[in-house]
Structures are given as structure tokens and as C-alpha cells.
């Protein structure tokens, strides 16, 4: 199975194409789930896991892993359904998000597919606010679910979304001349509301957006009533992954409409692990920063806002 992950460095030339690679897996039945393999690392057979006293209910144990100690999370369990009964015979998905490094338990490792973000849509209104997908699509016919993994690792592990009073109060003095407006891009329920949360401590009014798509078709129709785009909105927070139309594409596609390529765009993602800091500069965005620490978000939009 390592050999389906072998070279997924290589695989950023992806980048501004709108185009991603799933992993894709199951979790004891027929449904197949997915995961975007920039954020994997690897995928073994589950190793002999150490149990922790007081772990989140969760967390299967710890293993050493390359000589790294990694938390093992149940996924099946986390997202609601029945636990494994047996860790014996499943796998781990090695991942890194938002600065971590953790494994995933899985019943079966599938394969890696290639597809376009356009046929990756937003999981139906019926799902609910308590769904864990953040994206579906479709590979052969049957319906693939893309997990909200910042959800799922948020309440595992919390989220902390305090900025440090120092940062706050300054950032509060410095916006409270001009009220400053921020665009946050991100198809994850939980990234949005931490974002959001960020900017409301130093003074900024947030818009919403919940992929590319709309993204985009928010700013044009602002140009389109007139606005200064520059002006109106002092700077985009976007995500990299999601469905319809990714980060890369967004950017590409402001920069190339005169009427909005002086927007200032910050490239906010989970994906630290393999992101090539190239790729900022390939699409055309001002900053890349990776997810999550409220002190360093609130540090860059305060330096790009100027």
C-alpha cells in the first residue's frame, strides 16, 4: 500500500489545474469515503497500538511510527458510526493536518483517483449540520464521501481560536479608524467559524463563502455593481481544497479580471505537510499560511490590511 503514496510530492503540478487526487477507503461496509492525498503521508497495516489513560474515547492508542509517536483515531467512530472491534486486519492512514501528524483507522485502503474539483460537490442541504462530509463525488458510479477531517480533529482534539491580548488590542486600536471587510473562503464548517471568530477579536468584519464558486461569483457580482474591489475588500482568506473550484483556481481566476487582480489574497490551508511555497507565487496569491494558530492569522491579515 505504501507504494500508492510513493511520490506524492511530485504530484503538486496539480496546483492551478482545479484538479485533486483522492485516496479513497472504507470503514467496514460498502460506502466509500476519501481523502485528498496531498495530506497523506502513507498507509500501513495497523500497527500494535498502546493504549493511553484519559485519551478522548476516539483514540484507539498510540503507535511508533518511523520512529514517530502517532495518535491512532478511530475514524468510523469519530464521524458517528460503529467503532472497530478489532484494530487487527484494518489500516491507519498516516496524514498530517493543520501542523499534526495523526493516523486514521481504516477497514480497507482502496485506491488513489484522479478528478476534477468541478465534480466535487457540496454535500445535499438534507445531510444536516451535523454531517462530517465536507465534499461528495462520484467514481465509477458510486457516491464518494470527502470527510471534514478539521472537524473531526477539532473535536478530538479542541480548537483553540483565543488571539493573545496583545495582538487583539492592537489590531482592535489600528481597525478601529476604518471598519476593514475580509472575504474567508473555506468549505469547512469548523475553519469558518475559527477564522471568523479571529476576525471579530481584532475589529474585522467577515463575508462568508463556502468554496471557490461562490467565491468568485461574489466578487464579480460586487465589480459588477462597481465597486472597487481593493477597496471594498481588504484582503481574501482562502482555503486550498475544495469542491467546484480549489483556492488555486480562485486566485487565477481574480488575478486575471482587471477588475479585482489588486485584491490581496491570503492561501489559508491545512495542507503544511507538502505544500510547496511555489505554488503561492505560480497562482498568484500574496501569502501562504498554515492552518490553524489564531496569534499568526491575526499577525498576517494585520500586515496585509496596511
Not at 465536507?134 to 478539521?150: G, H, M, P, R
Not at 473555506?186 to 477579536?201: L, W, Y
Not at 463575508?207 to 484582503?235: P, S, Y
Given at each position: 500500500?505504501?507504494?500508492?503514496?510513493?511520490?506524492?510530492?511530485?504530484?503538486?503540478?496539480?496546483?492551478?489545474?482545479?484538479?485533486?487526487?483522492?485516496?479513497?477507503?472504507?470503514?467496514?461496509?460498502?460506502?466509500?469515503?476519501?481523502?485528498?492525498?496531498?495530506?497523506?503521508?502513507?498507509?500501513?497495516?495497523c500497527p500494535a497500538l498502546t493504549?493511553?489513560?484519559?485519551?478522548?474515547?476516539?483514540?484507539?492508542?498510540?503507535?511508533?511510527?518511523?520512529?514517530?509517536?502517532?495518535?491512532?483515531?478511530?475514524?468510523?467512530?469519530?464521524?458517528?458510526?460503529?467503532?472497530?472491534?478489532?484494530?487487527?486486519?484494518?489500516?491507519?492512514?498516516?496524514?498530517?493536518?493543520?501542523?499534526?501528524?495523526?493516523?486514521?483507522?481504516?477497514?480497507?485502503?482502496?485506491?488513489?483517483?484522479?478528478?476534477?474539483?468541478?465534480?466535487?460537490?457540496?454535500?445535499?442541504?438534507?445531510?444536516?449540520?451535523?454531517?462530517?462530509?465536507?465534499?461528495?463525488?462520484?467514481?465509477?458510479?458510486?457516491?464518494?464521501?470527502?470527510?471534514?477531517?478539521?472537524?473531526?480533529?477539532?473535536?478530538?482534539?479542541?480548537?483553540?481560536?483565543?488571539?493573545?491580548?496583545?495582538?487583539?488590542?492592537?489590531?482592535?486600536?489600528?481597525?478601529?479608524?476604518?471598519?476593514?471587510?475580509?472575504?474567508?473562503?473555506?468549505?469547512?464548517?469548523?475553519?469558518?467559524?475559527?477564522?471568523?471568530?479571529?476576525?471579530?477579536?481584532?475589529?474585522?468584519?467577515?463575508?462568508?463563502?463556502?468554496?471557490?464558486?461562490e467565491a468568485l461569483e461574489l466578487?464579480?457580482?460586487?465589480?459588477?455593481?462597481?465597486?472597487?474591489?481593493?477597496?471594498?475588500?481588504?484582503?481574501?482568506?482562502?482555503?486550498?481544497?475544495?469542491?467546484?473550484?480549489?483556492?488555486?483556481?480562485?486566485?487565477?481566476?481574480?488575478?486575471?479580471?482587471?477588475?479585482?487582480?489588486?485584491?490581496?489574497?491570503?492561501?489559508?490551508?491545512?495542507?503544511?505537510?507538502?505544500?510547496?511555497?511555489?505554488?503561492?507565487?505560480?497562482?498568484?496569491?500574496?501569502?501562504?499560511?498554515?492552518?490553524?494558530?489564531?496569534?499568526?492569522?491575526?499577525?498576517?491579515?494585520?500586515?496585509?490590511?496596511?
Amino acid at each position: 500500500m505504501n507504494s500508492m503514496i510513493d511520490g506524492v510530492n511530485q504530484r503538486t503540478n496539480l496546483a492551478g489545474t482545479n484538479r485533486l487526487e483522492l485516496l479513497l477507503f472504507r470503514l467496514g461496509g460498502s460506502q466509500l469515503y476519501g481523502i485528498n492525498v496531498f495530506k497523506v503521508r502513507e498507509a500501513i497495516p495497523c500497527p500494535a497500538l498502546t493504549k493511553m489513560p484519559n485519551a478522548h474515547p476516539v483514540v484507539r492508542g498510540v503507535a511508533s511510527i518511523r520512529g514517530q509517536t502517532v495518535s491512532i483515531v478511530d475514524l468510523s467512530q469519530s464521524i458517528g458510526r460503529r467503532a472497530f472491534l478489532e484494530t487487527t486486519d484494518n489500516f491507519v492512514i498516516l496524514t498530517e493536518y493543520n501542523r499534526s501528524v495523526q493516523g486514521f483507522l481504516v477497514s480497507k485502503v482502496d485506491r488513489i483517483v484522479n478528478i476534477s474539483w468541478s465534480n466535487v460537490m457540496a454535500p445535499p442541504a438534507a445531510s444536516g449540520a451535523q454531517t462530517y462530509m465536507t465534499a461528495i463525488t462520484k467514481v465509477d458510479d458510486q457516491i464518494v464521501q470527502i470527510i471534514d477531517v478539521e472537524q473531526v480533529l477539532a473535536e478530538v482534539m479542541g480548537s483553540h481560536t483565543e488571539v493573545s491580548s496583545t495582538i487583539a488590542d492592537d489590531a482592535q486600536q489600528q481597525n478601529s479608524e476604518q471598519k476593514k471587510h475580509v472575504l474567508v473562503v473555506d468549505d469547512s464548517s469548523v475553519a469558518r467559524n475559527q477564522i471568523k471568530r479571529t476576525m471579530e477579536q481584532i475589529g474585522i468584519e467577515t463575508t462568508i463563502a463556502k468554496n471557490g464558486r461562490e467565491a468568485l461569483e461574489l466578487l464579480q457580482g460586487w465589480a459588477d455593481q462597481g465597486l472597487n474591489i481593493a477597496e471594498h475588500v481588504a484582503l481574501m482568506i482562502s482555503d486550498i481544497e475544495m469542491p467546484e473550484m480549489d483556492g488555486y483556481t480562485l486566485t487565477a481566476e481574480v488575478r486575471k479580471d482587471p477588475r479585482m487582480k489588486e485584491l490581496q489574497i491570503l492561501l489559508h490551508t491545512s495542507m503544511s505537510g507538502t505544500f510547496n511555497e511555489a505554488l503561492v507565487q505560480k497562482v498568484g496569491a500574496n501569502r501562504f499560511l498554515p492552518k490553524f494558530s489564531p496569534d499568526e492569522l491575526a499577525a498576517e491579515v494585520q500586515q496585509l490590511i496596511r
